[in-house]
């Protein structure tokens, strides 16, 4: 009878960020390392860094061995729920588009300078009468 794995969202697993509660997300696997802490060459704080996000990144530059990639399986609880991450690392795309035709963008732009051009005439008109 196959075992059922245990999901974790990355939330839930982001929540153990404290020396006395560390998870830590490794190629989409979750790992309670709490028990580690005191354990691990690099010291305890390098396991609270790589908390609250993937940590794979971090775990393969240390260039870890085997006998370390073996002894994390002693700390696996579950999987990361792919399908809850994808959908909160990519925000719905809302495209508003304003329905304007091009007379109306036409009108707009040459409002301005035919305004200008008018006041510039009825000015020199004006002064050109006082003479």
Avoid at 1 to 14: D, F, I, Q, V
Avoid at 23 to 33: Q, T
Avoid at 49 to 71: I, P, Q, V, W, Y
């Amino acid at each position: 009878m196959p075992t059922l794995t245990k999901l974790y969202s990355m939330e839930e697993a982001a929540t153990h960020n404290k020396q006395d509660d560390c998870w830590l997300v490794i190629d989409g696997k979750v790992y309670d390392v709490t028990s580690y802490m005191d354990d691990h060459p690099g010291g305890d704080d390098v396991l609270l860094a790589a908390t609250g996000k993937d940590a794979t990144d971090e775990f393969e530059d240390a260039g870890h061995s085997k006998s370390a990639r073996e002894l994390m399986e002693k700390y696996f609880i579950g999987e990361l729920d792919e399908e809850e991450t994808c959908v909160q690392e990519i925000p719905e795309l809302k495209i508003f588009k304003k329905d304007q035709n091009f007379m109306d963008l036409t009108k707009q732009y040459w409002i301005v300078p035919v305004s200008i051009i008018t006041v510039s005439i009825a000015v020199s008109v004006l002064f050109s009468r006082k003479k």
